[in-house]
């Protein structure tokens, strides 16, 4: 970390990934574990390529815990006023015929400045903003009851896998939050939702 001044003539810790900076780089974001916001901003840089395959140029929704997991977490959808540059705007109309300006990710920019904002999970549509109205992923979301454990997760996973093999329907598995899993089968974008 090197260290900066700020307008307010006080020293901060600061530092630079990916060309994003990264203020609070010390700040605990999982404490049990000791990793810090500087850490999640490395792991998205180590694992931009992996993450970009499923998130890049969609639309997306953000997790986020500016205080780390401890602190208060909320759900964001649309970019506002002062958001970093690599989060960019689409503006989709919805359900009920108004535009509003959803976010979405091209590159590792914005995979960073994400976690600049305190993010840990996204949430990403089915479909590319190239085509909203054109699908290329069916997922079937298994998010269980808090008092259901992993096993039955597990067994649920590999039992929908095994149907939709029979029905000649590749998927893969991505897990998701603590305990979920999302079946995941490609989509030609050939039809609409």
């Known amino acids: 970390a090197r ?19 990264i203020s609070s780089p010390g700040r605990k974001v999982f404490p049990k574990a000791d990793y810090s916001k500087l850490d999640v901003a490395h792991y998205y840089e180590h694992m931009a390529d992996r ?24 759900f964001q959808k649309h970019v506002h006023q002062g958001f970093p540059g690599g989060i960019k705007s689409v503006e ?30 996204f949430h990403i549509w089915g479909s590319r903003r190239d085509r909203l109205e054109r699908p290329d992923r069916l997922v079937f979301d298994l998010d269980p009851d808090k008092n259901l454990g992993f096993d039955a997760v597990r067994h649920a996973a590999n039992a929908l896998r095994h149907v939709l093999q029979e029905l000649d329907l590749s998927s893969w598995l991505l897990l998701s939050g603590g305990k979920g899993a999302h079946v995941t089968v490609p989509l030609r974008r050939t039809v609409e939702w």
């Open 92 to 121: 989709i109309v919805n359900s009920a015929g108004k535009a509003e300006p959803y976010m979405y990710v091209t590159d590792t920019k914005g995979l960073i400045a994400a976690a600049q904002m305190g993010t840990l999970e």
């Open 3 to 21: 260290i900066v001044k700020v307008d307010n003539d006080m020293e901060e810790d600061r530092v630079t990934v990916a060309g994003v900076p």
């Open 51 to 74: 993450i970009l395959a499923h998130a890049a140029d969609r639309p997306l929704s953000l997790v986020r815990l500016p205080q780390g997991l401890n602190g208060e977490s909320f």
